[in-house]
Antibody, heavy 120, light 109 residues
Framework: QVQLQESGPGLVRPSETLSLTCSVS????????WNWIRQSPGKELEWIGY???????HYNPSFESRVTISLDTSKNQFSLKLTSVSAADTAVYFC??????????????WGPGALVTVSS | EIVLTQSPGTLSVSPGESATLSCRAS???????LAWYQQKPGQAPKLLLY???YRATGIPDRFSGSGSGTDFTLTISRLEPEDFAVYFC??????????FGQGTKVEIK
């Protein structure tokens, strides 16, 4: 059974870069879409972007100028970097998997989430 | 971007009763590429339904989904205490970015 786990600093200073890693265990990273999703204190879920197992990425235009998602297949991990953060980036960040098949690209499973607070 | 609008924002229901949640898309969703998730406090969303009406593994049959095009419904029959949570819809079609509705909270009446 595939499990995902987010890790990274829980506190980031304004204007700095938020960095998180998602570790994938119990399964291969190949032929899946690996996603980052966040949920602000207002509870809305926002899809940030994905990296496919070949390294191809696609980002939500809302984040495109600030975000990089990358993959490390040797470690079965993928990562999120979000630059120039502000208080508006304070959220719980989730990683989640989506299937290769276009008809099956719902998110399952999810990691438990990592709270990142942006504050000086 | 496809906007998903869920209603109502909060639904007050007594245990044992049914709840009907709505999700409306701003554009037609091809092949019903709509999923429903349940989220409890402090937890990640959990997949309930995909393809608008197909239950994910292990999801009890009191959860059912219907709809196509732009209008979708999640029905929870015979609400159990563990069903009180927030429910989100999400579209996963070819139109990126993938988006979520703002959620419906099902609370105990």
């Amino acid at each position: 059974q595939v499990q995902l786990q987010e890790s990274g600093p829980g506190l980031v200073r304004p204007s700095e870069t938020l960095s998180l890693t998602c570790s994938v265990s119990g399964g291969s990273i190949t032929n899946f879409y690996w996603n980052w999703i966040r949920q602000s204190p207002g509870k809305e879920l926002e899809w940030i972007g994905y990296v496919f197992s070949t390294g191809v990425t696609h980002y939500n235009p809302s984040f495109e100028s600030r975000v990089t998602i990358s993959l490390d297949t040797s470690k079965n991990q993928f990562s999120l970097k979000l630059t120039s953060v502000s208080a508006a980036d304070t959220a719980v960040y989730f990683c989640a998997r989506a299937q290769l098949e276009p008809t099956q690209r719902w998110f399952d499973p999810w990691g438990p989430g990592a709270l990142v607070t942006v504050s000086s | 971007e496809i906007v998903l609008t869920q209603s109502p924002g909060t639904l007050s229901v007594s245990p044992g009763e049914s709840a009907t949640l709505s999700c409306r898309a701003s554009q037609r969703l091809g092949s019903s590429y709509l999923a429903w998730y349940q989220q409890k406090p402090g937890q990640a969303p959990k997949l309930l339904l995909y393809g608008a009406s197909y239950r994910a593994t292990g999801i009890p049959d009191r959860f059912s989904g219907s709809g196509s095009g732009t209008d979708f419904t999640l029905t929870i029959s015979r609400l159990e205490p563990e069903d009180f949570a927030v429910y989100f819809c999400q579209q996963y079609g070819s139109s990126l970015p993938w988006t979520f509705g703002q959620g419906t909270k099902v609370e105990i009446k």
